[in-house]
């Protein structure tokens, strides 16, 4: 099993910053992939940002240049920085894992609220 706390969300005006984080814990070894999704308010969840363990990166069209994923391997964490928030923003933002063989793994989410 691998257990992912989050923390960092909150209330922010638009243009503002917030920086996420997601520890992992657990089975991590076998971890091949952590990102971060988000699920705005009467939407799907979607996904905002992934980065493997070689520090290959992707992300969501809607936050390329505003948002940054990075892991700290050592501390078993990663990161999400955002800058640039816009009201469309607002979301749970959820980390993920995935391991080899064994699927996904999600954290229970923090609420990112951006004000216009």
């Known amino acids: 099993q691998v257990q992912l706390v989050e923390s960092g969300g909150g209330l922010v005006q638009a243009g503002g910053s917030l920086r996420l984080s997601c520890a992992a814990s657990?089975?991590?070894?076998?971890?091949?992939?952590m990102g971060w999704y988000r699920q705005p308010p009467g939407k799907q969840r979607e996904l905002v940002a992934r980065?493997?363990?070689?520090?290959?990166?992707n992300y969501a069209d809607t936050v390329k240049g505003r948002f940054t994923i990075s892991r700290d391997s050592a501390k078993n964490t990663v990161y999400l920085q955002m800058n640039s928030l816009k009201p469309e923003d607002t979301a749970v933002y959820y980390c993920?894992?995935?391991?080899?063989?064994?699927?996904?793994?999600w954290g229970q989410g923090t609420q990112v609220t951006v004000s216009s």
């Open positions: 980065i493997t363990t070689a520090g290959n990166t």
């Open positions: 657990g089975s991590i070894f076998s971890i091949a992939v």
């Open positions: 993920n894992a995935f391991r080899a063989s064994f699927g996904d793994y």
